[in-house]
């Protein structure tokens, strides 16, 4: 493809801030996606590689319901609610046997999960990708004249993923529930020894981690369409966005979220979309090196 | 290594081994995949997978117009079936479920492979075992040349065809606009792209803008093409992304005028991907106006008596489906093999069925608008296409039919003998 | 099937693994005589991917380290071979060799990356490795051939064996031969002074590196070895198949070699045989199911991913410690070692043992077995 070197005319003020706030509405989604991992990660130190699957099926149901007559914003509480449902279901059926063993099985058992989603949402739903309705309108603001690549659905995807970081923040920080999640995460014994009733955190854990994921899956439908393999891109993102902001911190997850986003929309639109994964690869690299537990890690490298 | 453990190895090997054989068992047929009473293809397409949208629904539909033709008789007494494997658009599962099709199945032919990438690398081993390979459902020059792949035939315009002829169109009637390109990164995007610039000058040409398949982002090139300020845009896309183009370009108030291949503008499609975002229920708002090309009649043209054959077939065979662009390209596609059977006789070889091609093809007439390249040395499908424009959601033809050759600067010739109509049973042959 | 853990001399280990990958050669040529052409071609197809898998057992079960990105590093040495062969025209085995050592090459350069990392975070590099890796084949069409890759003519047989040896055969034998030189290399390696350190490091950092271990060095060894074992085996997937695509390298084939890693049974040569044959066989068997009913397209097309999904699910929740520990369980009888497992339940070393979970992949030490018996 034909390079240009970036101009400092009209035009490529007009391009760098069209691709910086392009960068923030998908960093914002990227955001959302590594929040959910987070909270799964916080709850049950396990990487749940079928976040992806389970946020594309609840927005299949909630699509199912939107195609069916009813509003978005049923739809919307659908999802959210299912994907608690979903998320509690899938702890305790399958993922409470594997907690305590080898952190590999239950990284295979996340894997075999995905496939069994994406295959089941294929039999039911078809592999036609379908269109899904935005919250509010995707016509960008007008600045100046021109329409710019940032349009009122983007900013409630931003308020949302804000708000819901904040939310997480305070509910492990300020909250007896957070605290008790915490503990039942890093020290089961202990915590049960204290009156945690560690089982039922953990599959509060996984239920709410669902339900942020969901909540990630409704604000990117829009603009990925809705099908079984559809969300996949966005699970690789989302997780390279946690892991550059560091697994533990909420806050983390939005900054890894927004950074991965920026970066990823200069790279694309500077140099081309076939650089976009490898240029992932070298933020994640650069960021790992200099923060080997990711940008807000609070643990330091142990040096031997 | 203990005695014990060797042979507990030795043991391993032998049960893998045992079940190796078993999975291997049970190939049934004779040894050409053709009796008296039936003929048998193989065709590798992806049923799963990043890839799967849309292109899932061609195979079925070719094997919807085969129960047609089988309801009849089938050819010469033979009914034709067509075995799907699903390769998820993966070059590993394409040479292994073509190697199974053909040692295991052992199927008198190959049909409908889908995908570049995929189908290169099964073309030599199904040339070597001398094995028809039928049609390729792929817009790549890679199957035209008759002489060193013999057994394998195109079907569906070349992509630099595709490219020439809408590039002629804009040249006739947006000489002075400045035009953007976005396309796909692979063979099917510069391969259009090669024939726009054959067609129009480099100056015209302000942005061209590669997309990768699986990165949805597409806002940073349709940016880029609008801040060229091109007023016409050029979509060498699928589906897909051609949904993905629009929606980028709604919210940047970028209102080019749309000129697309036929492989990314079908209507039903497309529409469906942006029904939310319209206010009318097709979704097709925001390509209404769009100009594209076609070889087949348009899906929406519903006096056309091919058209008409197609969706009774559609509706008794393959009702689960919608009726769009793929499900019409999978029957024209089965059609057009049903009429190659015919054509190789009564006797049915492999042999038989390629020099059938050879000598004949060129002067079938069928569903197509334009006629097919067909000689011993040209295996490329059809020669050309006609314009199109999509108008209050479905694409309505206009204009002469056009045919030309992959080369650059070959002349865009007019095709003028109008369209056969459809046999009431079977299929025609000249 | 589990002893008492103590050090064991070398004892003639090389001399006997020798023999043995002679022996194993003899048999693979004299199974392969017997075998249609269709199944040759899964013979091949299980042996490159044996290759890979020994080296990832070894690198995840042995070193503790998680690698989900070794379907790039099968990338390296499948655009190697295929440029080295199809451009280059150089023979075989030289292709071969050079496969191994950029693959090696590009080992370093992750190992190096990957010895500051634990857990997701060396989960999270290595994923975005392999997504990222093959983009290059889009950047640099010209050198890569894009979307398309690369093609090369099949690799044909010598002619002492006859005109008439299938192709089939040919690539069965080469890709086996290369199996068994990662069989006998990865064997050796693990009943070594390197392997058994290697283990050392895995269970407990600090411990090892108060015994003098170069801790960073042995886990750069690691992925270099796994790097070494998947690049030979993305060069026999191009000599194989006869071809080098990035739709055949995605994100998909790293998950599945570590699947079939697991689900074999990790840290064990004879769990990478199984993991090997699951790769080939589960995905045939699976559409066979799909196919022996009729239900409507939809069903149909999506039920073989259904049935290998729920494979994995079920397997890692019935068999925890993979196919290899399961048989293992059936032939155990040894009253002995089960007394040794009910001893070594309780955690040593707490702290260690917390830091050494988090950061493995691999089986812990009071429960898994076989990490320590690699045969």
Redesign the interface.
Known sequence: ??W?APTWGS?GV??FI??TL?GIS?GAVYAAVALALVLI?RAT?I?N?AQGAMFMFTTFIASAV?DSGGSYWLGFAVALACGFVLGALVERI?IR??EG?????A???A??????????A?????????????AFS???Y?IGG????F?PNDTFTVLVVIGTALALRALFQRTKLGLQMRAAAFQPEVARMLGVRVGRMLTLGWALAALVGSLAGVLIA????V????F??LL?FG??A??IGG?DRPEGAAVGGVLLGLV??YV??YE???????????L??VV??IR???LFSSTR?RQ? | MSGKRTVRVVGCVCVATIALIAGGCGSKGNSTGVSSTSVTFGTHQPLTGPAAPGYSEIAPASVAFFEYLNAQGGIYGRKIHLIIKDDVYNPTQTVNVVHGLVLNEKIFGIFEGLGTPTHTKVVSFLNTEKVPDLFVASGCPCWDNGTAQPYTFGWQPNYTIEGKILGQYIKQHFASSKVGVFYQNDDFGKGGLTGIRDELPASQIVSAQPYEPGITNVAPQISSIKASGAKVLVDFTVPIYTALGQLASFTLGYKPQLVSSSVGIDPTTVGGLLKTFSKGKAGTELIEGAITDGYLPSVGEVSNPWIALFKKVHDTYDSSAPFDGNVEYGMAAAYTLAQALQLAGKNLTREGVVKALNEKGAQLTGPGLVPYRYSTSDHGGYAGAQMGQVKGGVITQFGPRLITTPEASSPITTYTTPQAAPPTTGVSVP | MRLPSRIRPPRLTLARSLGFVLLAAVVLALVSEALSSYNDLQLANGAYYFAVLAGLTLLTGLSGQISLGHGALMAVGAYTVALLIGNEHWPVLPALIAAVLTSAVVGVLVGAAATRLRGPYLAGVTLAFAVGLPALAGKYPSTFGGANGLVINPPTSPSWLGQSFPLERWEAWIACAGALVVLFAIYNLVHSAVGRSLQAVRDDEIAASLCGLRVARLQTLAFVVSAACAGLAGGLLTLVLQLAAPGAFTLGLSLALLTGVVLGGLGSILGAIWGAALLVLLPIWSNDIAHAFSFSTNVTNNLPLAIYGLVLILAMLLWPSGLQGALGLLGLRVSTSLKNRASTRYPVGGAGQERAAARRGGASPPQGREEEEVR
């Open positions: 493809m034909d240009h035009e007009t391009k069209d691709l392009n998908t990660w130190r990487v590689f939107i399958v046997r594997v063993g080898p952190p590999l099985n990284v295979i058992v894997l075999g999960l995905l496939i069994l989603l994406e295959a089941i294929g039999m039911i739903w078809g592999n036609t990708p379908r269109s899904f309705p935005p995707i016509r960008g007008e021109t329409r710019v690549l349009a829009p603009s990925v369409f099908g079984p393999n559809q996949d891109p690789v997780f390279t946690a892991i697994l990823l929309s694309s639109g081309g979309a076939s650089l976009v994964t490898l240029a992932a690869l070298v994640l690299v790992l090196m080997p537990g990711g490298e031997v």
